[in-house]
């Protein structure tokens, strides 16, 4: 007999994983390996090793070791805010009047709001390991630059964040928590950097892009002595780090008998969802089992849903290396809205090239929808979800109501990868109806994509 | 054998109180009764209930039943954020280099982000309950205001808040989530109400007061038919529902076999210290233990260290009952500081007999010395934490800090009753070093005792 599942199902210390899951070692077919976009050459090890700190370029090179240990020193600091809880939904459930079973598993119990922490932690320690004074780093939205800070501040490492100007202005708040935990902020572009300047002189009144607070980082981090560069998506170790989050779930699961059907998660370089669904995306890979697993992107920005598998290059200022991913353009612009952490032109190249595979799909959302389903999961299980975690639940709000319809008792799981307490400025517009959406017109996604890199 | 301590303690479903514990019950001299202003009589129970639910004015007036069921539909609420952790703060006593033990019960992991939480909700059962159509209140930092709002829209019933003006004007993201749980919000002083008008009228400038909000929401709860008034903290019902926090704290240190030496709360009306500490004071008055217990207040509104036991008004308007309490008198106008929830005149009139029996002390903080805690904390424990709980993280530091000098390794369990998510200002300020205190003269606080009500 299955225990009574409780409401919250929390792992006990002793249950939690002790290492990560690298998807790539069950991947018959890998992801595509970075190119040199001045040789058009996959990247070397030495090549990437002057930008990140030597054991993650092992990481993010190593298609084949499935499970990596995780440093006793970061298993430590996860006890700060791990294990997350898996949710029973019930409030929720009840809400909808729907048969399905609904879980969501818990990332935004944490200062810096959201699963960024999981990274950050592993890769400040291992620049720690490797005798490094600091890193940089760029931040959109704010959570990865304040995970980033946290994780600086615990291991004693320097941190420079260079935050896009326009969120540096509009979230001061979020700038202050980053301040709080000793990083030094920066709003971007800057007069800190070669580029930075550059990039003012051509454009006196911008208020910045990630691409711009990318090339900034990456500057700083390669002329500084001591100092390497490090991000919060996109790259096989960001995945391999985050697959923690999919592990647990999985554990707490299995804990209680449950057998999830569908599987979802919100994507904007692939951080959430490749580490949350990893587990179970091997678990496909290997024959074992079968999910449905969505992906849930912005109508704004949908590089699975209307971009094409290519090689581009993962910043808009094209310095950083060719990946070969799900991309709308690395010159595409997206619109203004509120999930920032969602607006990427490319995507992680594991879930590329899984999706490539037909091992999950993927979805579009408009915004104001987005926020619909986010009030309706406010108003019935008392949290306030982030912008990006929200796509997620209007997809698994969608999967439930038609379960309603057919009658069918499906058992769905979500990752709610964050909160929305730097949000509010976008709950303001959705409460006083001004929020508007915006999708592309193909002509946009067609001239973005004409100026693709060319490769081979 | 003891199990080994995890970081984080959290009881299960079905370890978690089934009743709230009324510490009153345990004491042989009662807090002194509400008196009405008018009369100088004990206000009775019908006098109470234009303004309060009858099962609330009921908990209100008895001084005798120990316990009280938990409603089933309010422990299937808590059930979405309760049991909060107590967490073995050992990253802080390694930053502190303290043998002292330290652990703190977490209340603010929900969105309202403090254990206010635990009292909006059976307030608005109550109200349901009696077939009301709504509740009003006042709000000041915000956390009672956004608890009430989420209470209400479980509940379905309509809920308004008067929120002072200079909060509501600073504080726009704490408003907005109370909008977002469906609360209509409105700053006060207003021209809704007759009381609101008159000090218009009489005040044009003014940005408001706690005492005037309160004023507003009585008013509109007596005059609508339907609406009663809820109050987040001072009143026996609210120091009754928050004893969920000191029971499940005693509950979680027995599973493990920790005896705590050393307790310690913030304290501003007095429902976090009486919540926190009341199954702990209940065993002291039994004889079955001793503990030594810390209130901590603001030096800039010190009602324990600096005031006297005497019966005064709750609100600065003179017009709620008169309450015996320790206080630096109604007319007292604490100068602005950033822990809004403790700057309050008054205190609880349980607290304040049990100050005055001699069962726990009180100590007083300035700010700076407040914040520079929260930022040891922060760094140490990785979560933000609100003004108003640094008062009680300043004080168990300083409590760790002798253990140090001493090498006794003491016990000490703190109540972390809230999050700094909404507090940024705050920190900002003491990030830039414009950060002041402010402490009342001698005879600022007699001047305010002077007016106080004569009784009897």
Redesign the interface.
């Known amino acids: 007999m299955e225990e009574k599942i ?3 199902i ?1 792992l ?2 002793s249950e939690m994983p002790k290492q990560w899951y690298n998807v790539r070692a069950d991947m018959k077919v890998k992801p595509a390996p970075l190119l040199n976009p001045g040789t058009g050459q996959p990247l070397k090890a030495e090549e990437m090793c002057g930008i990140f700190c030597e054991e993650l370029v092992k990481q993010e090179l190593d298609n084949d070791t499935k499970f990596f240990d995780i440093p006793e020193e970061v298993r430590n ?1 996860y ?3 791990r294990p997350s809880p898996l949710v029973h939904a019930t ?1 929720l459930e009840k809400a909808l009047g729907t048969p399905a079973k609904i879980y969501y598993k818990f990332e935004g ?3 810096s709001g959201s699963h960024k922490l999981n990274s950050a932690i592993a890769q400040v320690y291992y620049a720690k390991k490797q005798g490094l004074k600091g890193v940089t780093t760029e931040t959109g939205a704010g959570q990865w630059g304040t995970a980033l800070s ?1 994780a600086c ?2 291991f004693g490492l320097d941190c420079k964040v260079y935050m896009v100007k326009c969120s540096y202005e509009q979230k ?2 979020r700038r ?2 980053i ?4 990083a030094d902020i920066v709003p971007s572009p800057s007069d800190t950097t070669e580029v930075g300047r550059k990039i003012l002189a051509e454009h006196p009144g911008t208020t910045g892009s990630l691409g711009c607070a990318i090339s900034e980082a990456v500057e700083v981090a390669v002329t500084n002595e001591g100092y390497r560069y490090e991000l919060g998506s996109v790259l096989n170790q960001v995945l391999l780090h985050q697959s923690i989050i999919g592990l647990e779930t999985q554990a707490a699961l299995k804990k209680y008998g449950i057998k999830p059907d569908i599987l979802i998660g919100c994507t904007g370089g692939g951080s959430n969802l490749g580490g949350f669904a990893a587990p179970f995306l091997g678990e496909m890979l290997r024959g074992e089992a079968n999910y449905k697993i969505i992906g849930a992107e912005p109508a704004s920005c949908p590089s699975f849903t209307r971009g094409v598998y290519a090689y581009d290059f993962c910043d808009t200022g094209m310095i950083c290396p060719l990946a070969k991913m799900y991309t709308i353009g690395s010159q595409f612009i997206p619109s203004a809205n509120h999930a920032g952490g969602l607006r990427f032109h490319g995507m992680s190249p594991i879930l590329s090239e899984l999706y490539h595979q037909g091992l999950f799909e993927a979805r579009a959302y408009e915004q104001t929808a987005v926020f619909d389903a986010a ?1 309706t999961f ?2 019935a ?4 979800p982030a912008p990006e975690s929200s796509h997620a639940i209007r997809a698994a709000i969608d999967e439930a109501l038609k379960c309603k319809e057919t009658g069918e008792e499906k058992t769905i799981v979500f990752n709610l990868s964050g ?1 929305g ?2 949000d ?2 976008a ?2 517009q959705f ?1 006083e109806g001004t929020m508007t959406d915006s999708i592309p017109t193909d002509e946009e996604i067609q001239e973005a994509l004409s100026k693709l890199p060319k490769v081979e």
Not at 179 to 182: I, V, Y
Not at 381 to 384: C, F, P, Q, R, V
């Open positions: 409780p409401y919250k929390y006990e210390e600091f006890k700060m805010y409030f119990n944490n200062t946290m501040q615990y001061p708040f202050e928590v301040r709080t935990f000793g009030v406010a108003h299980e008392g949290i306030l909160t307490n730097f509010l400025y709950y303001k409460n």
